[in-house]
């Protein structure tokens, strides 16, 4: 897949979206792997079909008020392992997760705990080139000027730690009321180094929370409805050498300093009905609403984007089946997402001897992005008297129009982009004499890792020759990469 150099503009990549928001916002197919696939699951292998299925195992963690579905005392390890690769020679990222929990319940009580110790390597190739002959700084390096190249190859470690809380009572027959509290502490967040271009290597270091609180209402014909709350906050430093081109001294290395800085408020209800024939019938609404007061500007896109707000928005339906031992479930969500970001000038800026330039407080450029994104989920699990086995599919397609008026260089232009990415899932479970054992799978593919094709050099690893490319001077590939999981999870009953 290939993004022109007009994607450099686009707005940003969450990848913390999937643990502490509860709408991604994601303008680039970057790969960002599972890093927050923390806690088991009842349909391992059903491609994260949740609306019209009961999850005894997920649903605690999702609302707190849903831990009045626990049947028994459980403790749950999970350890997973997921690998990004690349149908070139890309570098390598991998990452092992240790998560360790239980839930349990007595009487009218109940809750839920979890902690992960999660470790990222990311391996890189660097290519050190000798050069000679003057180079402007506006143009890449010509490889008639490269006299020799030579390549190293070295890896970074990164630890991260995650914690989550959950309790609650059941209120009266029916209905259970439940907060919980999930904080990480990260070193590293999965996509955010390959939009750094310039960079030998990024250091992270921030905090991610999330509150919930959660109502839960199940009727005795089987309905069920739920609303959930939450608030969200997310803030990471990111600190890289970079090279940089000065007149007096030439390439030398610089200290730079960025800052991904997201609060959020979220509301979640949904409802489920049971229907003939061993039917049963979901809806979900979701709201999310931030606000960015710190975006990084990163390498590939190069143009400021702080502060800005979002609004995001995802409506679901979903249908499940029971026949006998079979479970058939489908779900489509449809996410409408608005987003405005832009920046703010420093100082007064002279425009083309204008009498009237851009104030020192005005804009000097306004992005409005407009998501059409849709979901589909299909998966289908055959339980057994202890085998179990599960199968699923997730197609995500993202779709996104950007307005942006640049007042500096008085332009205004229109960006068009959308893209596809698939995820098979398989489950295979068995229940021993005193505990159960599965293994999921989950292979994604249809994003990718991002480079600067050269002319005359060609395409670099996702780290660029940072002692002599500035970025983005070329068009911006997005190189197919493929995601795979391996999950295994231990669950074991806990007497009374």
Known sequence: MQFTKTLAAALMLLPCAAAA??????????????QFLLYPSEFTGLSSLTIALDDALADPFSNPAKGANIRENYFSTTP??????????????ATRTIPVGALVRRGSYFGGVSVAWQEMVRRSIQRCCTVFGEIDPNLLISSSLVSSVTVTENSTTRNNLYVVASGGKVLREGLSAGISVFLANLKGVEGVQLLYSQ????????????????????????RTAELVAQYHTFSMSHAMVAFVWGEEDGWHSEKRLEN???????????????????????????????????????????????????????VGLGLSRVIEKTTYAFEFIYEPIWSHTWANAVEDIIIDDEPTGVKAGDMT?????????????????????????????????????????????????????????????????YDFTGFRLQYQSIITWGT???????PGVGMNDRALNASFVVAPAGALDLLDARVWTHRLSLLIPLSE
């Open 21 to 34: 928001q509860e709408i991604a916002v994601k303008s680039i197919p970057v790969a960002t792997g599972s």
């Open 80 to 93: 997973y392992y997921y690998s990004i690769g690349a149908t070139s020679n890309l570098n390598g990222h």
């Open 199 to 222: 960079g030998d290597d990024v250091d992270q270091d921030g905090r991610m929370a999330t509150y919930k609180a959660g109502l839960y209402q199940r009727w005795a014909d089987g």
């Open 260 to 314: 991904d800085e997201t609060n959020g408020v979220a509301l979640r209800l949904a409802y489920t009905q049971p229907m003939a024939h061993g039917w049963r019938f979901g809806a979900r609404v979701v709201g999310d609403w931030k606000t960015h007061p710190k975006i990084p500007n990163y390498d590939l896109m190069q143009i400021p984007r702080d502060p800005g707000n979002t609004g995001a928005y995802n």
């Open 365 to 429: 450029v306004e992005n409005y992005f407009r998501f059409h994104n849709s979901i589909f989920r299909v998966g289908v699990r055959q339980a057994g008297s202890r085998l179990k086995f599960g199968l699923g599919l997730d197609l995500h397609l993202f779709r996104y129009r950007l307005n942006q008026e640049d007042f500096v260089q008085r332009s205004k232009r229109v960006l068009d982009e959308a893209w596809g990415e698939w995820t098979l899932s398989t489950g295979l479970g």
């Open 448 to 454: 990718g890792q991002p480079g600067i094709r050269q």
